[in-house]
């Protein structure tokens, strides 16, 4: 891929995720989109998930719902095939991402074709899709607003739901302007006329596509059907227009009954778009005569899913629904974009997923939090974010010079009279800037903290003395 | 009569003396017994919270041995009072951190108490911790306590519930974002024109006054000591 437009905040790999991050706090553009964005989604959250006076329990059902798919998947998997095979659907498996887009590829030749529409789908952006497409001669269009602006810009999306959230509309129509061929002469910002050349030149494409390439929000085991819930009306069109259907699935995202649905339906838009309702909800079993494509195909993928199945704390993260809300609240997200993440699922879901589904290449990801908690509060499955990321932070590498410094430190504290000594020796060698009661510059590794922060200097009696001279 | 043992967490230890005798004196006014074992140290929440499950999980047997023989354990640290009641029983099993409470959980649940008989003329902003309030519960426990003290003018804080950015190692090892966190959470607490910024963690507030003494804002004060003033 070439340069992003206008201006990239992706991570330098090398660079890991706090120096991607101070990229990113340097551009302030980007920072006020985010802000305004996150700000908006947060506010609209909180409302309509305040209005149901259940909302405890369907995410109390819903966690419990995705543990027992997480100790029933191969069952329910077979179950799946079984049932999308009865219905005339073929389905495929895929170890990893290679040869999921092996298998897509090879159908969307077998069916005519050398390009595809696609509905917005992450495990498709996960596997590298649309990449791996290009580098076959072949073509994958986005047709979801958001991430048509990403794949015209040559970027990658920066969220899970609003992919374009690092963008603001001037610096979308300039993408449009200047990488849509049939953008109309004069295009301004204004949203409506942004979505309506999107929308005209998207049309044309659904009108001539054989293939469409989706995901799927669900996978019901009990049925074989596959569900799509997108906003657009785009997803509707590549769904039931094209002859041919390739749906890539990670196996996480199994239900076992039909009915299960009930409550993620409610769970889903309210946290993600903080939308009542979904507008559009796409449901297929298998094909069916006279009504939708003809050539009905789900891969099912595993890309290290099964593996992180086998970590007890760990595979919590595996019942995400993708709805994006630990982004929207994560002070972190807000303030870094989801780039500086460095993999296709960003904030705090992405820093327990990536280094599970991909492990030892992002291990920083762990320590990209402070443990705030806010992100666990809003998780509709009620994924125990925190807890995740400090197991993790407790199964991963330390560096060799800090794992020294808190074996110290922990030696001192283990043995009371050491840590009075050394509690006594910062007393006593702090004294010069007592009576200024803080110091301004402190050697490294103290220098990361006095870069914005003052220190304050240990008192002259400590508590000890204090409670010592009372009890006499 | 119920033994109550006083933890006064390793930053207070180190850094600030008047919040847990402040503790002692709302508690002793309210007529309870505190006694402060002095072979405490470090809860191992630092240690546990950066990767280190094997030192945390000593000091945490340190602690349950410390404070094992109290009916109740009180401090004035939320974030402390979360690690021994949500990490302790997978790191070293026991049910110590049920007896462990932070001051207003005490105060309000265990000695049913919200006016401590404090009084303190001053305009107060409050910053509710993330640990205290997400993983500890404690809602508006310490607020309830603030809003009885005689004289105070308690002023809102915009976008009270955002972290400012600490987060133990977090702040060193990402430092920017920390920074920028802080920087957003003390202009929010500089805007109310407060003279204090009341929370009931001295971590956090360190990592909060540390921002104020370079670029302004209300003085940073545990909300313990303000219960304990009678001025």
């Not at chain 1, 498709?124 to 076959?136: S, V």
């Not at chain 1, 050491?418 to 803080?438: E, T, V």
């Not at chain 2, 265990?110 to 205290?132: I, L, M, N, S």
């Amino acid at each position: 891929m070439s340069t992003a437009f206008p201006a990239s905040s992706r991570r330098p790999r090398s660079d890991g995720f706090s120096g991607a991050a101070k990229v990113a706090l340097g551009m302030p553009q980007l920072r006020s989109n985010l802000a305004h964005a996150t700000g908006t989604i947060r506010g609209k959250r909180a409302k309509v998930a305040g209005e149901l006076d259940d909302w405890e329990r369907l995410r109390d059902t819903a966690a419990a719902i995705k543990a027992d798919v997480q100790h029933r998947m191969p069952e329910l998997a077979l179950a799946f095939e079984r049932n999308a095979t009865a219905a005339g659907a073929t389905v495929h498996w895929a170890r990893d991402a290679a040869e999921a887009n092996a298998i897509a590829a090879r159908l969307t030749r077998e069916a005519g074709a050398e390009e595809v529409v696609k509905v917005k789908s992450m495990a498709t952006q996960e596997i590298e899709l649309n990449e791996h497409f290009a580098a076959e001669g072949m073509a994958a269009w986005e047709t979801d607003l958001a991430e048509l602006i990403v794949q015209l810009a040559e970027d990658k999306p920066s969220h899970l739901l609003v992919p374009a959230i690092h963008y603001n509309r001037t610096e979308i129509r300039d993408i449009f302007r200047d990488r849509m061929a049939d953008a109309p002469a004069g295009l301004t910002d204004d949203p409506a006329a942004l979505a309506e050349a999107a929308r005209l030149h998207l049309r044309r494409r659904f009108l001539s596509a054989k293939v469409a390439v989706s995901g799927a929000n669900f996978a019901v085991a009990e049925t074989g059907s596959l569900v799509v819930v997108e906003s657009e009306g785009n997803g509707r069109m590549c769904l039931t227009m094209p002859e041919t259907l390739i749906s890539v699935v990670g196996v996480e995202k199994l239900l076992p009954r039909f009915a299960d649905l009930e409550v993620f339906m409610q769970l889903l838009p309210r946290s993600s778009t903080g939308e009542r309702m979904n507008p559009y909800t796409s449901v297929w079993t298998g094909a069916t005569a006279g009504d939708g494509p003809k050539d009905v195909h789900v891969i099912l993928l595993d890309n290290g899913r099964t593996d992180v199945l086998a970590d007890e704390v760990g595979r919590q993260a595996l019942s995400c629904i993708r709805c994006s809300a630990c982004l929207n609240v994560c002070p972190v997200y807000e303030r870094t974009g989801g780039h500086a993440y460095g993999h296709v699922y960003p904030g705090p879901i992405g820093a327990i997923l990536a280094p599970q589904l991909e492990p030892g290449r992002h291990d920083d990801l762990p320590y990209a939090s402070s443990l705030c908690g806010a992100c666990y509060e809003v998780c509709p499955v009620k994924i125990n974010i925190p807890e995740v990321l400090v197991h993790l932070r407790q199964t991963g590498p330390h560096q060799a010079g800090e794992q020294a410094a808190m074996g110290a430190a922990k030696a001192v504290m283990a043995r009371p009279r050491l840590w009075r000594a050394a509690l006594g020796a910062a007393r006593f060698f702090s004294r010069p800037w007592r009576r200024r009661g803080f110091m301004r510059r402190l050697p490294w590794p103290g220098s990361k903290w006095t870069s914005s922060r003052d220190m304050p200097v240990p008192p002259g009696e400590s508590f000890r003395d204090w409670w010592k001279e009372r009890e006499r | 009569m119920s033994r109550i043992g006083l933890f006064i967490t390793c930053v207070n230890d180190a850094l600030y003396p008047q919040t847990p005798k402040a503790v002692v004196t709302v508690l002793e006014r309210l007529g309870y017994e505190v006694d402060f074992p002095p072979a405490q140290t470090c809860c191992g929440q630092m240690h546990a919270n950066s990767g280190y499950r094997e030192d945390a999980a000593g000091l945490a047997k340190s602690f349950d041995r410390v404070f094992g023989s109290y009916d109740a354990v009180v401090t004035p640290s939320g974030s402390c009072a979360a690690m021994t009641r949500d990490q302790y029983p997978d790191l070293i099993g026991g049910d110590i951190g049920e007896r462990v409470y932070e001051l207003s959980e005490f105060l309000l649940d265990h000695a049913g108490v919200e006016d401590v008989g404090a009084r303190f003329p001053h305009t107060v902003t409050y910053h509710p911790t993330c640990h205290g309030t997400r993983a500890l519960g404690l809602g508006d426990k310490p607020l309830r306590l603030l809003r009885a003290v005689a004289g105070i003018e308690l002023v809102d804080l915009p976008e009270a519930d955002q972290c400012c950015g600490f987060g133990g190692t977090f702040a060193l090892k990402n430092a920017e974002v920390s920074s920028a966190m802080l920087e957003d959470k003390r202009r929010h607490a500089a805007g109310t024109g407060a003279e204090y910024l009341a929370a009931a963690d001295n971590s956090c507030l360190t990592h909060i006054g540390g921002g104020i003494a370079r670029a302004g804002g209300p003085a940073p004060i545990h909300y313990a000591e303000i219960l304990a003033s009678t001025a």
